[in-house]
């Protein structure tokens, strides 16, 4: 029963990985800045398709 749940989960981090990728979240990790919008790019990488830019500016 559990099984397909986190299967599932797994699944949309995996695919918010690569959606992250592609678009360039994942290049420069150096700041907290870059580090948190990367973490918000992979948990909302429908926004990211959609053409949302989740990049946090100061």
Request: charged content about 10%.
């Amino acid at each position: 029963m559990f099984f397909p749940r986190k299967l599932i989960i797994v699944l949309y981090v995996v695919v918010g990985v690569v959606v992250a990728s592609t678009h360039h979240y994942l290049s420069h990790l150096s700041t907290v800045r870059q580090f948190a919008s990367a973490v918000l790019a992979i948990l909302l990488w429908p926004l990211v398709l959609l053409g949302i830019s989740l990049h946090i500016r100061k």
